[in-house]
């Protein structure tokens, strides 16, 4: 089946700092892959859809500057969390669409801003 | 906007009993929905999917049904085991492949 895998699968960092996540489609084309935050015992939240050559399109209240989505190839996407704080600590989650309008799940990155 | 409803928030079964979490839908275009199993830390794994043409799909323990007509689609767990317990999410997907969520059903097996 499709593989996506997402790095880091883990980051700590100090209060202030911007921490890049990758997100890569390692066995097929996605042009489109969505972003996700989860924090403990909740649903998945859709952030953003990032579609390869254009705009991410952020969900109401996700903010652009804040959280950058860069989808520069068709098997890449990264979701930069700048100037991060502890209450942008969770679990980050992206997934790309297969052909069929499926959607793969990346492992997951756990973040924690001190 | 739209929005997909879970029920229960919780359940717990016996051992070797069944298990029946149910969602409605508020988009009557969607015509995708997909259950997820998700274990603490990890991706949501996708476990059985439904379209709209279809009113019940079924894969060994698992099954799923769909009423359209009434935007109500359900996860069927027969003969559960102490693996099954996870988080389960249900999902409908909207015709710019969003997926919208519910809330997740925590599923506890008792030994």
């Known amino acids: 089946g499709a593989v996506v895998s997402q790095h880091p699968s883990r980051v700590i960092c100090k209060s202030g700092t911007s921490v890049k996540i990758e997100c890569r489609s390692l066995d097929f084309q996605a042009t489109t892959m969505f972003w996700y935050r989860q924090f403990p015992k909740q649903s998945l939240m859709l952030m953003a859809t990032?579609?390869?050559?254009?705009?991410?399109?952020?969900e109401q209240g996700v903010e652009k500057d804040k959280f950058l989505i860069n989808h520069a190839s068709l098997t890449l996407s990264t979701l930069t969390v700048t100037s991060a704080h502890p209450e942008d600590s969770s679990f980050y989650i992206c997934?790309?669409?297969?052909?069929?309008?499926?959607?793969?799940f990346g492992p997951g990155t756990r973040l924690t801003v001190l | 906007g739209e929005n997909v409803e879970q029920h229960p928030s919780t359940l717990s079964v016996q051992e070797g009993d069944s298990a029946v979490i149910k969602c409605t839908y508020s988009?009557?275009?969607?015509?995708?929905f997909p259950w997820y199993k998700q274990e603490l830390g990890k991706r949501p794994q996708l476990i059985i999917d439904i379209r709209s043409n279809v009113g019940e799909k079924k894969d060994q323990r698992i099954a799923v049904t769909l009423n359209k007509t009434a935007k109500h689609f359900s996860l069927h767990i027969t003969e559960t085991q102490p693996e099954d317990s996870a988080v389960y999410f249900c999902?409908?997907?909207?015709?710019?492949?969003?997926?919208?969520w519910g809330a997740g059903t925590k599923l506890i097996i008792k030994p």
């Open positions: 988009d009557s275009a969607s015509n995708y």
């Open positions: 999902a409908a997907r909207l015709s710019n492949y969003q997926l919208i």
């Open positions: 990032s579609n390869e050559g254009s705009k991410a399109t952020y």
């Open positions: 997934s790309a669409r297969g052909g069929h309008g499926e959607q793969f």
